[in-house]
């Protein structure tokens, strides 16, 4: 394990700190590490590293993002969620509250159950971020939804989600490529905030995620 010698500092978002240029945040689980990121502590709390080349969550925040909805007692549904590189920093930033992690590749699915194994709050789901319906019976109460499922329709998904479950806040990681591989990035998150729009939601931010994830951008949307 590192050793810092200039402080962790907190940010002004809840559960995120920072060192310098690297963005971290306080481990759930002391000593483990979910893929392969470097560890810190300070104070006997141990802190993790979190790499916005792996994580468009922490590339929305490097990039300036500043609607951060996440507090520490949040309940989130997270579409999408792979092996758990992101969902555990999510796991991290609400210790008190749940993530449910849906992910639909078995192989994915295998690993996002290890990651959940040490974490209380991580709830992993094997399902279809597409059928709403079918997941409610294992989820609770959701505040904010966050997708990254890398499929057509992205947007259409989410808001079906975002209304199934009630969710005030919402977070989007659209990828145009998985819209239409032709079209003009910028484009197709014009049309992605559109429909979000005229499904209800305020779009309170779309940030673009270059350089660290090419052709993505995450939009932030709040139920009105
Ligand atoms: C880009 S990866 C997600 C990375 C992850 N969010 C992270 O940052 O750690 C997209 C994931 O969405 C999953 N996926 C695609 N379509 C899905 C669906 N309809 N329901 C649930 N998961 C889906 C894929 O299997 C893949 O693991």
Known sequence: ??????????????????????????????????????????????????????????AYLKKGGRFFPFLPS??????????????????????E???????????????????????????????????????AFLVERVDLVYQDVAQKNQALIFSRAMRRFSARWGMLAVKSRSEDVAREP?????????LLRREGFRIAEVMRLEPYERDHAMIVVERV
Request: glycine letters at 10%.
């Open 97 to 135: 509250g749940r993530v449910y992690c849906v992910e639909i590749s078995p192989r994915s699915f295998r690993d996002l159950v290890g990651v959940c194994e040490g974490r209380p709050n991580m709830v992993p789901i094997m399902g279809d971020a597409t059928r709403a319906d079918d997941l």
């Open 74 to 95: 949040s309940h989130v549904l997270y579409l999408g969620a792979s092996t758990g590189t992101t969902s555990s920093h999510v796991s991290d930033l609400v210790p």
């Open 1 to 58: 394990m590192g050793q810092f010698r200039p402080p962790v500092e907190a940010t002004e978002l809840p559960g995120v700190f920072r060192y310098g240029e690297l963005l971290l945040t306080r481990n759930l689980t002391p000593g483990r590490r979910v893929y392969g990121e470097r560890l810190f502590s300070q104070d006997d709390v141990e802190y993790r590293e979190w790499v916005p080349e792996r994580s468009k969550l922490a």
């Open 186 to 194: 910028g484009e197709v998150f014009q049309e992605s905030s559109g």
